[in-house]
């Protein structure tokens, strides 16, 4: 079974744009969650979702956004990057039917705003 | 509110010896409670979790953990270290129901050989 995929791999964008990343998760799971990770503060949540609903959401300006779509694909967008954006998202899927239902971690996408 | 303290950003162990790595946690709700190990420049994986049923649980790679409520603390202990384990371990919390999993700020581990 494969695992959960996440493109690009790596990106490097300038102040101001935005960005998109993409997560596949595993098949059959139905639950998607969104974790950056930095340095300085570690992983912190985004947002979780679960059958095209936002179940969950970390405390993010409104610049993060993300979506899940019926097959349960998932986005996240960035809008107006800052410098302090840069970080690894991490993608994790799960099964969703159940709160200990272990999440498997996607390889990441390294985002560098330059 | 659920928080999650790593005791330690750096632990250093000789091959061979025992592997010691702190978590306490602060819940509201009766805790699920994760073990995660992370390799340079990978994704995380699953070590063990804690879903309420026993409170000794046994996970991969030889590693287990004991939930104990009094002490709130879930610490991760491997009886003798190998090569291999040299990687960053992070403890998660997840209170009841579905509130979002808050992560500690991981322990990096330093197997000398």
């Known amino acids: 079974k494969a695992g959960v995929t996440q493109t690009p791999r790596y990106l490097i964008k300038t102040r101001g744009q935005q960005v998109t990343l993409s997560c596949s998760p595993i098949?059959?799971?139905?639950?998607v969650s969104w974790y950056q990770q930095t340095p300085g503060q570690g992983l912190q949540f985004l947002f979780e979702?679960?059958?095209?609903?936002?179940?969950n959401k970390g405390n993010f300006p409104g610049r993060f956004s993300g979506r899940q779509f019926s097959n349960s694909r998932s986005e996240m967008n960035v809008s107006t990057l800052e410098l302090g954006d840069s970080a690894l998202y991490l993608c994790?899927?799960?099964?969703?039917?159940?709160?200990?239902?272990?999440?498997?971690f996607g390889p990441g996408t390294r985002l560098t705003v330059l | 509110a659920q928080s999650v303290t790593q005791l330690g950003s750096h632990v250093s162990v000789s091959e061979g010896a025992l592997v010691l790595l702190r978590c306490n946690y602060s819940?509201?709700?009766?805790?699920?409670l994760f073990w995660y190990v992370q390799y340079p420049n990978q994704g995380l994986q699953l070590l063990l979790k804690?879903?309420?049923?026993?409170?000794l649980v046994k996970g991969i790679n030889g590693f287990e953990a004991e939930f104990k409520k009094s002490e709130t603390s879930f610490h991760l202990t491997k009886p003798s270290a190998h090569m291999s384990d040299a990687a960053e371990y992070f403890c998660?919390?997840?209170?009841?129901?579905?509130?979002?999993?808050?992560f500690g700020t991981g322990t990096k581990l330093q197997v000398i050989p």
């Open positions: 998660a919390v997840r209170g009841g129901g579905y509130q979002k999993v808050t």
């Open positions: 804690y879903t309420s049923a026993a409170t």
């Open positions: 098949s059959g799971h139905r639950s």
């Open positions: 979702y679960f059958s095209e609903t936002q179940r």
């Open positions: 994790a899927s799960s099964l969703g039917q159940d709160p200990t239902d272990t999440q498997y």
């Open positions: 819940s509201s709700v009766p805790p699920y």
